[in-house]
């Protein structure tokens, strides 16, 4: 393995960084008390990846299995315990555990402990995950969507869901 091509061709550097302070509000807020903090999207690092700050309200949160076919997946439980699902069985983790999901690996996670957590998700290469994330909320508010719809939403969002395990 090498470093990949040279794609900053100056010779002096230059002041390209972004800052966000802790207390930025989210940009989702979920009718079950969770958010979403946009950390950094993919549109942002273009096209490299894309990370968010996922924080559970205390109501049971979280999908179920599923897999993506052209993005990886990470998760690294920031406070509270989340339940992950690596494919094979739920574990339960807690602050400073991680979990790496390559495209087509099985995942899910859920807050099941009846307390706020939060973690990072960081997806790679940086998929627009926002409208998916923005789309869930406006579900989970009363939106409705055909069946068709719903098939061509999840298949647009690289979402292919499997039986609940």
Same mark, same amino acid.
């Given at each position: 393995m090498s470093y990949p091509p040279i794609r900053y061709t100056g010779e002096t550097g230059e002041v390209s960084a972004t800052f966000r302070p802790r207390d930025h509000e989210p940009e989702l807020s979920y009718t079950s008390g969770g958010s979403v903090d946009y950390l950094t999207t993919g549109a942002s690092t273009g096209g490299? =990846? #894309?990370? /968010?700050?996922?924080? =559970? #309200? !205390?109501?049971?949160?979280? !999908?179920?299995p599923h897999f993506h076919k052209t993005i990886s997946e990470s998760f690294y439980i920031l406070d509270g315990a989340v339940r992950l699902y690596n494919g094979e069985q739920w574990v339960e983790?807690?602050?400073?555990? =991680?979990? /790496?999901? !390559? !495209?087509? #690996?099985i995942h899910a996670f859920r807050n099941v402990a009846g307390e706020p957590a939060s973690m990072l998700l960081l997806f790679t290469p940086g998929a627009p995950r926002e409208e998916y994330f923005e789309t869930l909320a406006e579900l989970a508010r009363g939106r409705t969507l055909t069946d068709e719809e719903r098939a061509e939403f999840y298949l647009r969002h690289d979402n292919y869901w499997l039986e609940e395990s």
């Open positions: 490299d =990846f #894309g990370l /968010y700050r996922w924080n =559970f #309200g !205390p109501n049971e949160s979280g !999908p179920g983790a807690t602050a400073g555990d =991680f979990l /790496y999901v !390559p !495209p087509g #690996g």
